[in-house]
């Protein structure tokens, strides 16, 4: 029997054509509304997998446009009603609800100071889309399965769509457009992910670098919560000075590696973990990287590195959904968890 979250995952390239048809105006005025207001930098206030959407965020707006973009916290405002001065930031909101408390306090206040507002939810008609002087509707539809996956690619996409409307390049919109059908194609290279052989693992680690920084939480998240194995996300860089002690033999490490500028260096942690004797599962359209690997996960081929984590979070998608399938767990419904968390 599918189970929802599977549909769910099987959705999203019709998901994201849906998203970027519908979209497009209101992202071209906030993109004109951010050239007019020229911010200084922005802020974004998140949690959970939107808090990995953020830091996407801060890739892409930083490579390609220029702009310094920091993580809120929200609890400064929300618990210890702090005032921090956003008069002259660009402040976004990113919430599949809408309805956590302490992301719209954060937008509130700002917007109160006269910063520039916008929020990313799934939901219009949500009190963070009323509260934001610009809204983009992820456009997901409706989402039941606790583990987030369609609304996190549509965040993601949501994020490139307003760069690619920022720099105003011809080339970023043909990419964008290309995004569904790279997303269709990586499914259907997903098919012989075998994730079975893992119900022994007790931890793991999910290592990117870059504009995959955020898909190395991401995936961590994903099978955290739905296979119930803690697990850590770490940046290349970072991964070298020190946790890379924790490899053993047999210990799983996932490397996001497609071709860009991160590739060289995740090629020679690669054969660092091959010298550990780590399990490497390896995400990547570089066959280099892919040779390494004991667990090959392609992802299709000639995708932009900027959009890469669009699609390269699906494989780590389908080997958590599998892999909490061989350990006996609920997908739909992961112990503990509620779809809308509300945070205060």
Not at 122 to 132: E, I, V, Y
Not at 214 to 236: D, H, N, P, R, W
Not at 266 to 278: H, I, N, S, T, Y
Not at 293 to 299: G, Q
């Amino acid at each position: 029997m599918t189970t929802t979250l599977e549909r769910e995952i099987q959705e999203q390239p019709s998901s994201l054509a849906r998203l970027i048809e519908s979209q497009q105006n209101a992202v071209t005025t906030a993109a004109r509304a951010i050239r007019a207001f020229a911010p200084d930098y922005v802020v974004i206030a998140a949690r959970g997998t939107s808090d990995n959407a953020a830091r996407y965020a801060q890739y892409v707006w930083g490579i390609k446009c220029g702009l310094y973009v920091g993580l809120a916290t929200p609890s400064v405002t929300s618990l210890y009603n702090a005032s921090i001065n956003f008069r002259r930031a660009l402040v976004v909101g990113i919430s599949q609800s809408g309805a956590s408390v302490d992301i719209r306090s954060v937008i509130e206040h700002a917007r109160s100071q006269g910063a520039l507002t916008l929020s990313l939810t799934n939901d219009a008609s949500s009190p963070l889309a009323a509260a934001s002087d610009h809204h983009i509707d992820l456009s997901a539809g409706p989402e039941k399965s606790v583990a987030a996956t369609k609304t996190y690619t549509a965040e993601l996409t949501a994020v490139a769509m307003l760069a690619a409307a920022l720099t105003d390049d011809p080339n970023d919109r043909t990419a964008i457009a290309q995004v569904p059908a790279w997303a269709a194609q990586t499914l259907g290279l997903s098919t012989g992910i075998d994730a079975a052989p893992f119900t022994y693992m007790p931890n793991f680690a999910v290592i990117g670098r870059g504009y995959n920084y955020a898909t190395a939480f991401e995936i961590t998240l994903k099978v955290q919560e739905l296979c119930y194995v803690t697990g850590s996300g770490y940046s290349e860089a970072d991964f070298r000075h020190g946790p890379i002690a924790i490899i053993q033999p047999a210990f799983p490490a996932f490397a996001v590696a497609p071709s860009g500028a991160t590739l060289p260096a995740m090629l020679d942690l690669l054969d660092k973990l091959g010298e550990r004797q780590a399990r490497r599962l390896v995400i990547s359209d570089s066959e280099e990287a892919l040779a390494k690997a004991e667990v090959r996960m392609p992802i299709p081929h000639h995708v932009p590195e900027w959009l890469t984590p669009i699609v390269s979070v699906i494989p780590g998608q389908v080997f958590a959904l599998r892999l909490a399938h061989a350990k006996g767990h609920s997908v739909d419904q992961p112990r503990g968890l509620t779809k809308v968390t509300v945070t205060r």
